[in-house]
């Protein structure tokens, strides 16, 4: 059982350099999500797709990018890392309807 | 603005004791709320829900109680066991369709 699979699990960036974390899903859900999470802190959300070619921000949007070209994948583009990236990236997914979501195993990127 | 709030970042109960984590939210239009784990290194697992139709929702060990009059929701595990030890997240929405708002997670720890 896949569920949902996020690459890399570690990464380390320097200031200005580029890079997109990957998520696939094979669960079929029409839902997917992007997480961060700083310490001490809840979840916030990057940016959601409701489906294939439709993507829109969450409440921390800036700074990234997202598409959304297939069902099953959902990666998130960082264009200029900053130090203030620096955080655990959560994917998730779930069906139309119900609530659960299901979540990757998070992905640690550190910018210096 | 936190609309979530878990106000302790941490609690430790006794191997056998009830563990009661408590989760408060001010958007009065919140109708839906759950309940996620997370141990270290992992993404958050799903534990238990709640709709606002409800004022208590049970499963095994596991539940859940609303109190909306005072936007107070809480989780009991009883028996606590050592594998409960993890971070747990409360998490509300408004719509079953858009996305939940987080709280800041409480750090449960079981003594043996």
């Known amino acids: 059982n896949a569920g949902v699979t996020q690459t890399p699990k570690f990464r380390i960036l320097k200031i200005g350099q580029s890079m997109t974390l990957q998520c696939a899903q094979d669960?079929?859900?029409?839902?997917m999500y992007w997480y961060r999470q700083d310490p001490g802190m809840g979840l916030k959300l990057i940016y959601y797709?409701?489906?294939?070619?439709?993507?829109d921000k969450g409440e921390v949007p800036n700074g990234y990018n997202v598409s959304r070209s297939t069902t099953e994948d959902f990666p998130l583009r960082l264009e200029l890392a900053a130090p203030s990236q620096t955080s655990v990236y959560f994917c998730?997914?779930?069906?139309?309807?119900?609530?659960?979501?299901?979540f990757g195993e998070g992905s640690w990127l550190t910018v210096v | 603005d936190q609309q979530v709030k878990q106000n302790s970042p941490s609690l430790s109960v006794q191997e056998g004791r009830i563990s009661i984590l408590n989760c408060d939210y001010t958007?009065?239009?919140?109708?839906?709320f759950l309940w996620y784990k997370k141990y270290p290194a992992e993404g958050p697992t799903f534990l238990i829900s709640?709709?606002?139709i409800k004022d208590k929702n049970e499963d095994g060990r596991f539940t859940v109680f609303l109190n909306k009059s005072a936007k107070h929701l809480s989780l009991h595990i009883v028996p606590s066991q050592p594998g409960d030890s993890a971070v747990y997240f409360c998490?509300?929405?408004?719509?079953?369709?858009?996305?939940?708002?987080w709280g800041a997670g409480t750090k449960l720890i079981i003594k043996p």
């Open positions: 998730a997914s779930k069906t139309g309807s119900g609530n659960t979501i299901y």
């Open positions: 669960m079929n859900h029409n839902y």
């Open positions: 797709s409701v489906g294939a070619g439709i993507t």
């Open positions: 958007n009065s239009m919140f109708d839906y």
């Open positions: 709640i709709s606002s």
């Open positions: 998490a509300a929405s408004k719509d079953s369709n858009y996305q939940l708002i």
